[in-house]
């Protein structure tokens, strides 16, 4: 396949003006100047248009178990495994339609979201690449225990997480503090975790060569986790007993580690000030801005799956950041390029470039001037098959 168009994104903030991308099986084989790549090309099926080819999208934090409702743990609870499964599909779909070509699966019940990834790598199912958590570690009666990962111990934190890594798991996930969605659990700035159990997991996890995400709201458990020697925080809103406390310390340790942090900001941002209150919400906007203004490595993701977020929000998610300040330019980044090497795919996703997978998304219009027209979408190819909102093919 060879597309051709206005523009392509071929780095952070620069294009490539009438270019072409050429397509064999399911990864970038050239891409340059209209002319040089047709003639490269040969006789194979093209797709031109009047837009812009961008990397596609990444969302680094979804839970595809959960519906978006405002009770998604009891349709969870509610539901079968395979009624389940059919659910996770039809949420996988609506985040390939969206322009999200990769996603990260933070937590599902018995295996269901791997189940999924084999689905859609062998072309049964449609959807993004799934990078999956397995089951969640928590502690007994901890966040989100109702998916099966209460552990004790560092025995048995080591077990879960080699059973993880077993059934295919391309990331360990650890409630490292409590959070809202779970009714009677420990309140979200309380740590759940003991040093020696999050340095054993850590340990197991990086003994197979698989990247850690901590769930972390607390400073003491954010502080935990980078101790700890975690991949990626997600959340890191800086919570205590007291109010938000961003400790500098811990931000210079998370900057030096180069660990990313996925503040996971829902699609519906805009409603915190009316849930939270105007001061609390600007508090906690302002955090963020002080970690994105300190250098931390921030990637987009919408807890998708969650109270209110539902599987195509990962565009009206960006538009927090910009709200911020950052620049267009910045954001795309982070919903590409540097959400893969959060997901340690930087060599396989994320670039327009020779010998990348074939994740693109296609839109109208310029997403550099205008972060909105990420929700124009043309076509989006995943792994080298292009897929419509309207139609297939």
């Not at 989100?144 to 059973?163: A, I, M, P, T, Y």
């Not at 003491?220 to 500098?248: F, K, N, P, S, Y």
């Not at 910045?330 to 997901?343: F, G, K, P, R």
Request: aromatic share 4%; hydrophobic share 45%.
């Amino acid at each position: 396949m060879l597309i051709t168009s206005r523009r392509v994104l071929i780095a952070s903030g620069q294009y490539l003006e009438d270019g072409a991308v050429l397509i064999e099986g399911d990864s970038i084989a050239a891409v340059g100047p209209r002319e040089e790549v047709e003639q490269q090309a040969g006789a194979v099926p093209r797709f031109a248009f009047d837009g812009t080819v961008l990397p596609g999208l990444i969302d680094a934090h979804v839970h595809l178990a959960f519906d978006g409702s405002s009770d998604p743990v009891s349709t969870l609870e509610d539901s079968t495994d395979e009624v389940l499964f059919e659910d996770m599909r039809r949420r996988a779909e609506q985040l390939l339609n969206s322009g999200v070509t990769t996603a990260r699966d933070l937590g599902d019940r018995n295996g269901l979201a791997l189940r999924l990834a084999a689905a859609i790598s062998d072309g049964t199912a449609p959807g993004p690449r799934i990078v999956s958590a397995g089951t969640p570690l928590t502690t007994l009666g901890g966040h989100c225990h109702f998916l099966g990962g209460e552990v004790s111990g560092e025995s048995e934190v080591r077990d879960l997480v080699r059973r993880n890594i077993a059934a295919g798991a391309g990331v360990i996930k650890a409630m490292v503090t409590g959070g809202g969605l779970t009714k009677g659990g420990p309140a979200s700035h309380e740590s759940q975790f003991t040093a020696h159990e999050l340095a054993a997991l850590v340990d197991e996890a990086h003994k197979a060569g698989v990247p850690v995400a901590a769930h972390a709201h607390g400073t003491d458990g954010i502080a935990a986790a980078v101790t700890a020697g975690v991949d990626t925080i997600e959340h890191c809103t800086w919570m205590t007993d007291r109010g938000l406390d961003l400790r500098q310390d811990v931000l210079a340790e998370i900057i030096d580690r180069r660990i990313a942090v996925c503040p996971a900001v829902s699609p519906h941002w805009q409603m915190l000030p009316r849930i939270f209150g105007e001061e609390r919400a600007a508090a906690m906007f302002d955090l963020v801005r002080q970690m994105a203004d300190a250098g931390v490595h921030l990637v987009a993701g919408t807890d998708a799956g969650v109270q209110r977020a539902g599987f195509d929000g990962l565009v009206p998610a960006l538009a927090f950041y910009a709200h911020l300040g950052l620049a267009n330019s910045s954001i795309i980044d982070m919903a590409t390029s540097e959400a893969a090497a959060a997901l340690g795919l930087e060599s396989v996703t994320g670039r327009i470039a020779p010998g990348f997978r074939a994740d693109l998304l296609l839109v109208d219009g310029d997403p550099l001037a205008d972060l909105a027209t990420l929700r124009n979408i043309k076509a989006v190819f995943a792994a080298g098959r292009r897929y419509q909102p309207d139609a297939a093919e």
